[in-house]
């Protein structure tokens, strides 16, 4: 027994150093979660975590909402704008340039070099931006001299305009192009209002949700990390749980593997099979005796039946043998008398008593047999009582420890929970107290679609103005003279003018603003492809060297772990959250801890658990199993129960007999005689005795079985007490041999190869809870989708949604002005076909030239030469349906006034046409002095 506690003492120390080692080192490192799980801890060392897994992140509800919105995109407007960006400015940013400013030191920028550095990079921005600030230069400029110009009848000023075949056809061109410049401004104006409704609505709701979504996706993922860190606690906790139970049966698991050994080679399980089988025979004989007992009393009772029955049958016979006389004398009545005498079966009771007592003896001895092997694993365990008490001490502060974590993860949830709360914006004015609102905000998201709308209004002034002046004009458009034309078609000529003028007015206002928001817009687009496919972090933060001291180190990894060697870049961990990776991949945990020093430290361990089975020793030289008082007692146990003075024989004379005589033949005789009897009423009785003998008979035979039983019973019994002679002694040479070979050697190298595999199991055991940790640290702790969502999310709103809003905007405002100057070009020369004119206009032909050739001169008509020019504006007058009495300028060339002559025609008469008489007074005409 002492040995037996020092391969105790060693394996628990065995174990203690194994469990403290590994969770002192280990756990102590580990951040504390909450889960239930029920792991199985299998005989091989595996563990099996199936029921174990970490609770799934469940996003923020809102994400698809969010991406809903994606479909109220004005793809086509967009894609315009942005096309458009692409194709005067390359993709991309100037990162080579960023890197020397990085390089240069960002507090010693040479302004200068970086801007024409800048400059030659967006140069095609620029080159655009220049055009537009020239644009809202000169635009006034030229809006003012040509309204001198026209003061100064001309640019189309002086209403004066000459009449041609082409003049119809022009008037039908200029008014299409107008037209067609009209609706072309149109488009882009409504162009603008739908650009104008996405950034204030749909931009503005993405804006909303991606704000909401982030505060809530924030929190969400903070309680999963907290309630993941926690299962991953409790999972720690069922794993010390059952370390625990281990530990505590320490004795049993030795023994248990110790066991196969002592029952297979120490000949334990003969003994134990003997022990069985010694007590099962004195079992046996103690059931049979009470067999016996019973038969022997059943036998008595109805044996004694019997010899009353036979005596009352005797008496009655005699009396009728008496009564025939003669003719009965053949009837012999003694043959109704018992043959034996069973009342001499000997009393069992002491025997009975004596073999239970010793039943109970041989019973206490196994168990004691027993007890002596099984107290082995409670006597290890009470010598190592206070080791193991000393070591869940410092398993108790390892889970104090852990429990002051998990506090610390809860207060930072909490915080993040108060953050998140903070940050919220009310959604009602009433719920602000003071602060602002989503409400407020939509306020002043409608005060800039108010003002867009301003704006694209200004642009609908110009294209009514066109449009009503074409249609006034055009509709009402009189054919004949310029000054003959409708009031209505003038006054289409005034709207026109007018919208020219307010295009001059609004041009350099829409410049300004489209010139501002293409500068700041058209760049920040440049920002969007390299955010969305993370090359802005690739060619800048995440370069080595960036951002930090010397030409080498993360920037990423001095700013997290304050450890420039660690290399860690943004693009890799955004990439790794997109696959939805544990944070440990992601943010590469692995430089703050890593799992490897975890395994190495177990294998330091092993080789400590080899030092340390070496060292144990088993001295089995004192170890008893069999005591002389045991062998004693076996030896006696068949003198105590008095059945070595059981007599078979006694039984075997007894119980051979036959009970009685034959007692049918005797019952035939009784009916022969009375068969033959002229005594009817001494036959009659004769009948009745032969069928009591009848009976008697079958009790007889009856008794007569209980014998035979009882004397098998018997017979058992005698092989029953041989059987215990022959378990008795070899439950001794069982005992004898068991002990004999547990003093061996060979046990305790029995005892160090359990030791070996207790301390082997526990060690897999820890190498499993390691590597469920790992799996679940590596690949399911913290799954960094969210960040990737978020960013994601956050990229989009800015990109696919502000900024792009944005451009669409300056896209369309600019499309729009674009076609201004066609607009005014086309305008003024249209305006001029649907004015009233105040003069007509006449070409004063000049002097032809004499020709020296006589023969050619001698060849013009002479018609034409005495006519004049005013002899052939006659015939053309007349040809138009003039006639003599025509008085009107048109028809009389020839009236002279006091205006100043303007010129002479070849008649040397003045070249002015007369005023209109009284003659068009019917027209209604007015002096058209008013117009510029």
Known sequence: ????????????????????????????????????????????????????????????????????????????????????????????????????????????????????????????????????????????????????????????????????????????????????????????????????????????????????????????????????????????????????????????????????????????????????????????????????????????????????DLKDIQTALNDVVNTCGASCNGIDTTLLELNTDLSQLPDLNNEIDNVTKVLEEAEKYEQEARDTIDSIPEEINNSTKDQVDEFYKELDNINDTLAEGIEEVEDVNKEVSEFVDDNKIPKTKDEADGDISIEEMDEYVDYVKYGFIGITCSILLIVMFNIGGMAMGTFTYRRGSPMDRSKC????????????????????????????????????????????????????????????????????????????????????????????????????????????????????????????????????????????ELEDSVNKIIDDSSLNEFNITEYQLLLNKNLTSDLESFAKTLNNTADNLNNATISNQLYSISHDVTEADEQAKAVEALMNELLEEAETLNEEIIEIQSTGNETLKAATYTESKIKENATQQAVKDSTSIYTDRLIKYAESYVDHLTQEVEDDLAPCGSISNLYNLFVDTVCDFNIDAMNTIWFTLGWSIFFFIPSIIFAVKLAKYYRIMDDEYIEVPKPKKKKKNKKNRDAETPEEDEMGADSIQLMENSRRGATNKDVTPYANPHYRHDSPILGYNDLGGAGVPPPAYNYGEHYNITPHTDYF
């Open 489 to 628: 078609s003038n006054a289409g000529g005034n709207v026109l003018m007018f919208g020219v003028f307010l295009s001059f007015l609004f041009f350099w206002i829409l410049m300004f603003v489209v010139s501002v928001f293409f500068l700041i817009f058209s760049i920040s687009y440049q920002v969007c492809d390299p955010l969305q496919t993370k090359e802005l972090f690739r060619e800048t933060i995440d370069q080595p060297g960036f951002l930090v001291n010397g030409s080498e180190g993360s920037w990423v990894g001095e700013t997290l772990y304050n450890n420039k060697s660690y290399n860690v870049s943004i693009a890799d961990l955004l990439e790794s959250c997109e696959m939805n990776q544990s944070a440990y991949h992601a943010f590469q945990l692995h430089y703050l801890f890593d799992f490897n020093d975890v395994y190495k430290a177990v294998d330091d361990l092993r080789e400590e658990a080899d030092k340390l089975i070496d060292e144990v020793e088993l001295d089995t030289s004192d170890f008893e199993l069999i005591t002389e």
């Open 1 to 308: 027994m002492t040995n037996m506690y020092t391969t105790t003492r060693a394996t628990t120390t065995t174990t203690s150093a194994f469990v403290f080692y590994f969770l002192l080192m280990f756990l102590s490192q580990v951040s504390p979660a909450n889960a239930q799980c029920n792991p199985v801890l299998k005989d091989d060392g595996s563990i099996n975590w199936d029921s174990c897994t970490l609770s799934p992140h469940v996003p923020a509800g809102g994400f698809q909402d969010a991406e809903d919105l994606k479909d109220d995109i004005p793809d086509g407007l967009v894609d315009m704008a942005n096309g458009f960006v692409e194709f005067i400015q390359r993709k991309g940013l100037p990162y080579e340039e960023i890197r020397k400013l990085e390089e240069d030191g960002f507090d010693n920028i040479n302004y200068q070099d970086a801007g024409q550095e800048l400059a030659v990079w967006y140069i095609g921005i620029i080159v655009c931006f220049c055009f537009g600030v020239l644009f809202i230069i000169i635009m006034p400029i030229i809006a003012l001299f040509f309204c001198c110009c026209r003061c100064c009848n001309n640019c189309g000023g002086k209403r004066i305009q000459k009449e041609t075949k082409a003049m119809g056809c022009k008037q039908v061109v200029f008014s299409l192009l107008l037209l067609c410049i009209t609706i072309v401004i149109g488009f882009g104006m409504a162009y603008s209002n739908t650009g104008n409704d996405f950034l204030t609505t749909t931009s503005w709701d993405r804006t909303k949700d991606t704000y909401d979504l982030t505060l809530n996706e924030v929190e969400a993922y903070s309680n999963t990390v907290t309630k993941q860190l926690n299962e991953i606690f409790e999972e720690y906790q069922v794993f010390d749980k059952e370390m625990r139970q281990q530990i505590d049966d320490r004795g049993n698991q030795i023994y248990k593997l110790t066991e196969p050994y002592l029952k297979e080679q120490c000949g334990l399980s003969d003994l134990y099979t003997s022990y069985e089988e010694f007590i099962n025979a004195i079992n046996a004989s103690l059931i049979t005796l009470n067999t016996m007992e019973i038969l022997q009393t059943e036998i008595s009772k109805e044996s004694a039946a019997l010899s009353r």
